[in-house]
């Protein structure tokens, strides 16, 4: 999460963190702990922090109309601040309390991303998998085109794995992929692979990768083996390129590059 | 008919020669027989022992697959997978002939686990179509591995080539107990998992002049054996670090019952299996990967022998 909200501050982006369950104050001070930059961010309202309440519940009931027209106001305004972009991170587990429908929340996330790209916004959408049902978070990831990083709760601190898509059409791994983070990585690398017929994993910035979660690149490289397509490591660490020969991946996998 | 022709049964046998052409009067023999029964052949042993058999065999030595012990397949988790895959890949109803000399020149865990793998061997090729007969240097080794060859082998060869079922055969299931591998003094506590566990083990590694892939291959075969702790072990109670001999050692002690079976982590799971690649990851990255009990759990110790080539350090 850190990293996402980091690369919106490095290219100048106004970033909003919606935060659930806990006070503003509570929320900006986890967030000023991360960090001089982040620190830095809060003091120039570089970074601005908004609760689940102001922000999804105003008059205590969530309707996905009046939140997008929220989100438009808002990234307007950062634009007459002079924030040519802005990032939304929102923590989603107030959809739980309050009577939402968890449809109207499904509904609301499908509409959101056209004016997201409309607009140009980058958003990630948290949702803490022990508190979600698996079949709202498999709707909300149907939904969510770009981004999925998961941990067990926010946490205030950095995701242990973030998976983005990159300029160039990449799939990129960043922080730790251990085994708590295979199930994310199984539903992002599932995303690409319905997506594209190659797909091209940048692992030049992931610090570790655990068995479980190569299980799931070999089972995405399988599927794409299948249909002819292929699989592209990009900078694996040596240690990734000597256990693939043990794991069975197939043999159209490209290896680019060695971190 | 299935594409292997049936089940097979593994022949395991233990031959104890004391000279190469003690050795060569007893496996020339076998090596010819194989290649007239259309067998796969292939023998691993000393070099003077392979000189001497490729001598004795002449033209045939050329259908003959002839290794150095010390060169091929020097971890007995890839020989295992390297005898597995020629069982896979044999013709129907063909078998094979294999010779193996284990490597005994390492250290005392080394040792271990090469007896060990040779127990292992009944279980891991029980159905295969083999006729495996390792070889034992009896002017060379000392009595402690003599005995182990006998407990790890359910018939034994004499160069003349007579059999006798091995009376001293131990069950796998039985075979050598666990020595329990201690943490000298100097041992230094690491957090127990996840990215706690791999910044302090890189830490210590920074200190002892370890980094890049053999860093990357302690960190990786650690982890797993952690988290293996973590879904089957009750948890990892602590793990440990320390040098010993030129060696980096990791410990991983959990809460669990403990690992009774012997196969663990030497059998690679099905291709496209997604779970169960811990332990055999762990016994592909590390040069001996030692399975105890203690009171308080499983205890794995991973043993790695500190590389100082200049040329794989550097590389993140």
């Not at chain 1, 002079?82 to 509904?107: C, N, P």
């Not at chain 1, 981004?147 to 983005?164: F, K, N």
């Not at chain 1, 599927?223 to 397509?229: C, E």
Request: charged share 25%.
């Amino acid at each position: 999460m850190l990293s996402f909200v980091r690369s919106g501050l490095r290219e100048g982006e106004r970033v909003l963190y919606i935060a659930a369950d806990r006070p503003r104050d509570q929320v900006t001070a986890e967030l000023a702990r991360a960090g001089g930059d982040v620190s830095d961010a809060l003091d120039a309202e570089r970074l601005i922090v908004g609760t689940s309440g102001d922000r999804y519940l105003a008059d205590g009931r969530f309707t996905a109309d009046r939140t997008i027209d929220g989100l438009r106001r808002e990234i307007e305004v950062a634009r007459d601040a002079g924030f040519d972009k802005m990032r939304l991170v929102g923590e989603m587990s107030w959809a739980l309390d309050k009577g939402t429908d968890l449809r109207s929340l499904i509904e609301y996330e499908a509409r959101v991303d056209g004016m997201l790209r409309e607009t140009a916004t980058a958003a990630l959408c948290q949702y803490d998998r022990r508190l979600f049902d698996l079949v709202t978070r498999r709707a909300t990831e149907r939904v969510h085109p770009l981004v999925l990083a998961e941990r067990d709760g926010y946490g205030g601190a950095a995701c242990e794995l973030l998976v983005e898509r990159g300029p160039n059409g990449d799939t990129i791994l960043r922080g730790e992929a251990d085994g708590a983070s295979s199930e994310s990585l199984q539903y992002s690398l599932r995303a690409a692979v319905a997506r594209s017929h190659d797909v091209r994993l940048d692992l030049s910035d992931l610090s570790f990768i655990g068995a479980a979660s190569l299980s799931t690149i070999r089972d995405a490289a399988r599927t794409l083996d299948a249909r002819g397509g292929r699989l592209t490591l990009v900078s694996p660490r040596p240690v990734v390129r000597h256990v693939v020969t043990l794991m069975g991946f197939p043999a159209s996998i490209a290896i680019e590059g060695v971190a | 008919m299935t594409a292997h022709g049936g089940r097979g049964t593994l022949d395991h046998q233990a031959l104890l020669y004391g000279s190469p052409g003690e050795f060569v009067s007893a496996m020339a023999p076998f090596a010819r027989t194989g290649l007239e029964r259309g067998d796969v052949v292939v023998a691993a042993s000393k070099r003077p022992n392979i000189d001497a058999l490729r001598e004795e065999l002449g033209m045939d030595s050329r259908a003959v697959q002839l290794e150095d012990t010390a060169e091929w397949m020097i971890r007995p988790f890839d020989r295992l997978h390297a005898f597995k895959q020629t069982v896979a890949g044999l013709p129907p109803g063909r078998s094979l002939s294999a010779m193996g000399e284990p490597i005994w020149e390492g250290s005392a865990a080394a040792r271990r686990q090469w007896a060990r793998y040779e127990s292992v061997i009944n279980l891991a090729l029980t159905d295969a179509p083999m006729r495996f007969v390792c070889l034992y240097d009896s002017s060379a080794l000392p009595d402690e591995i003599l005995e182990r060859a006998t407990q790890t082998h359910p018939t034994l060869v004499a160069p003349g080539g007579a059999r006798t079922r091995s009376p001293g055969f131990v069950d796998p299931i039985d075979f050598m107990p666990a020595a329990v591998v201690v943490p000298p003094p100097e041992a230094v506590d690491l957090a127990p998992e996840g990215t706690a566990l791999r910044a302090s083990l890189t830490r210590y590694a920074h200190e002892h002049g370890i980094d890049g892939r053999q860093l990357g291959e302690i960190a990786l075969a650690t982890s797993e054996v952690a988290a293996n702790a973590v879904r089957h072990g009750g948890g990892p109670r602590r793990a440990v670090v320390w040098t010993e001999d030129g060696e980096l050692v990791c410990q991983i002690t959990d809460a669990g019952d403990g690992i009774g079976d012997p196969l663990a982590g030497w059998i690679r799971p099905e291709t496209g299996s997604t779970g169960g690649w811990g332990l055999p990851i762990a016994r592909y990255l590390a040069d001996v990967v030692e399975i105890d009990r203690c009171e308080t759990g499983a205890t794995v110790t991973l043993f790695f022998t500190i590389e100082n080539d200049r040329c794989s350090s550097g590389v993140a």
